[in-house]
């Protein structure tokens, strides 16, 4: 079992940065691949981020083409940690973020944080 939860969310205006936080209990997160994922108001839910580890020292990212040279993922282990960094940010980045995990060999993601929103002002 991996309980997530997310923090780092809040108002800011356009062209500003934000970086969000999830943190894990339980388990290492090692072995699971982690993502960040966006809900914006009578919206899906969408897909921002992943990251995985294919070693100990190298990880595999990908991210959604709205967000691509803006957002970074990344993930501290040891810290049980994932961050996403928010660079230049547009009104339409205002969303529910919710960090989500995933067991490598499943598909789907099994694990959900709570979310935190984030809100970009014009």
């Known amino acids: 079992q991996v309980h997530l939860v997310e923090s780092g969310g809040g108002l800011v205006r356009t062209g500003d940065s934000l970086r969000l936080s999830c943190a894990a209990s339980?388990?290492?997160?090692?072995?699971?691949?982690m993502a960040w994922f966006r809900q914006a108001p009578g919206k899906e839910r969408e897909f921002v981020a992943s990251i995985r580890d294919i070693s100990m020292s190298t990880v595999i990212t990908s991210y959604a083409d709205s967000v691509k040279g803006r957002f970074t993922i990344s993930r501290d282990n040891a810290k049980k940690t994932v961050y996403l960094q928010m660079n230049s940010l547009k009104p339409e980045d205002t969303a529910v973020y919710f960090c989500a995990a995933r067991i490598l060999s499943v598909d789907s993601y099994n694990y959900w944080g709570q979310g935190t929103q984030v809100t970009v002002s014009s």
């Open positions: 339980g388990r290492t997160i090692r072995t699971y691949g």
